[in-house]
């Protein structure tokens, strides 16, 4: 009989390492911002071999929880910087970039992406990051 589980992933920030909201338009900015999608991947990538998530699914559900440090007023929206090199390293790579491959792709064929979810601070706690991926154990292919 198929179970869906959900399996929650620690992230290693206090808080979101890419804004809608960064600008520049500088190379050192682009190069910057470049280094930081791809440490973003990276990340990705060891925490799902360290979580011993599947790959070859058919279908995952991966939402990010935050939970600032203070009840300063935050967008959701804007958590979708770091969000999506989240999602694509947890889908297959391409050339030259980094992937698990729990979905061959994390176009909504294969990966739902729930809006991410600001969680209220808890006093004398900092800030924390972390994602909830939710997939059927029926559909597991490797």
């Given amino acids: 009989m198929p ?6 992933i620690e992230l290693p920030w ?7 909201n960064d600008r520049g ?10 280094a930081k999608v791809r440490e973003i991947r990276e990340t990705a990538v060891a925490l799902a071999i360290h979580a011993g998530l599947p790959q070859g699914l058919d279908y995952v559900r991966v939402q990010l929880h935050y939970q600032p440090r203070d009840s300063r007023r935050r967008d959701t929206d804007n958590l979708t910087a770091t969000a999506k090199p989240l999602y694509d390293g947890l889908a297959a790579g391409g050339k030259n970039l980094a ?7 994390d ?15 808890v006093k004398g706690e900092g800030g924390r990051m972390w ?5 059927n154990t029926e559909e597991q292919a490797a």
Avoid: F, N, Q
Wanted: aromatic share 8%; no cysteine; proline share 14%.
């Fill in 25 to 34: 338009w500088t190379k050192g900015a682009a190069m910057a911002k470049a």
């Fill in 131 to 135: 994602l909830e991926i939710t997939y």
């Fill in 14 to 20: 206090s808080r979101p390492l890419l804004s809608m």
């Fill in 99 to 105: 992937g698990y491959g729990l979905v061959p792709d």
């Fill in 107 to 121: 176009t909504p064929e294969y990966m739902s992406k729930p809006e991410p979810v600001i969680h209220p601070p």
């Fill in 3 to 8: 179970d869906i589980v959900t399996v929650t």
